[in-house]
C-alpha cells in the first residue's frame, strides 16, 4: 500500500482529511439566511415601533378649541399633519399653514403657555399620515390644556389637523438608530459568516493540494 500524499490511497485519504478540517459548505447557506432574516426584521421592527410612535401623538382638528390632557412634564411639539386620518375622515391639505394662529393655556390656572416655532423641522411619513413640526412648547406639571387656533384676521381656511406629542422626533431616531444597528449587524454577521467560512475552507483545499 502507497504511504505518500501523491495519487494513492494514502493521498487521497489525505485530501479528504484536510478538506473536511474546514468548516461545511452549509455555514454558506447560513451567512445569507442571516443577511435575509436581519433586512426582514428590521423591515418589520421600524413599522412596528414608527406605527406605535405615530399611535401616540394626540390628533386635534382646528380651527376651534380642543382639549388636551398632557400626562407628563416636559417639552411637546406641535405638528401639521398635511396628510392624516381622524376618525373615519381623510385630510389633504395644502403643506403652508402659515395663516394659522395657536394658542394654548392651563385649564386649572388659566396660565398662557408660550408657543415657539420649531427649531428642528421634524417630519414624518407613517402609512397614511405626513406630518411637519409647527410649534414647540414646555409645560411644568401636567394636567388639562386648552389649544385654540384660528387664522389670522378672521379669515376662512380648511379644517386641518394638528398632532402633539411629547419626544416625538427623539423617538424617531431612537427607533431608526435601533434598525440601522439590527440590519448593519445582521449584515456584518452574515458577510462574516460567509468569508470565515470561504477563507478557512480555501486554506483546507491548499493544505490538500
Not at 57 to 79: D, E, N, R
Not at 136 to 161: K, N
Request: hydrophobic residues 35%; proline residues 2%.
Amino acid at each position: 500500500m502507497e504511504t505518500g500524499t501523491g495519487g494513492g490511497v494514502g493521498g487521497r485519504f489525505m485530501n479528504h482529511y484536510d478538506i473536511e478540517e474546514g468548516p461545511g459548505r452549509w455555514y454558506y447557506g447560513l451567512g445569507a439566511a442571516v443577511l435575509v432574516a436581519g433586512c426582514v426584521y428590521f423591515g418589520v421592527f421600524l413599522w412596528q415601533n414608527l406605527t406605535r410612535i405615530g399611535d401616540n401623538l394626540t390628533q386635534v382638528v382646528v380651527p376651534g378649541k380642543s382639549q388636551l390632557t398632557l400626562s407628563k412634564a416636559g417639552k411637546y411639539t406641535i405638528f401639521y399633519e398635511y396628510r392624516s386620518v381622524v376618525g373615519n375622515k381623510v385630510y389633504s391639505t395644502s403643506q403652508d399653514l402659515s395663516s394659522l394662529e395657536c394658542s394654548l393655556v392651563s385649564m386649572d390656572t388659566r396660565e398662557e403657555i408660550a408657543l415657539s416655532l420649531s427649531t428642528m423641522n421634524s417630519r414624518y411619513s407613517l402609512r397614511s399620515r405626513a406630518g411637519v413640526s409647527v410649534f414647540d412648547f414646555q409645560i411644568e406639571r401636567p394636567g388639562d390644556y386648552e389649544l385654540s387656533a384660528r387664522y389670522s384676521g378672521e379669515q376662512e381656511g380648511p379644517e386641518v389637523v394638528l398632532a402633539i406629542g411629547e419626544g416625538f422626533a427623539e423617538d424617531i431616531f431612537k427607533t431608526v438608530a435601533g434598525g440601522l444597528g439590527i440590519l448593519f449587524g445582521s449584515i456584518a454577521l452574515g458577510v462574516g459568516t460567509i468569508l470565515i467560512t470561504f477563507i478557512k475552507r480555501d486554506k483546507a483545499r491548499k493544505r490538500a493540494e
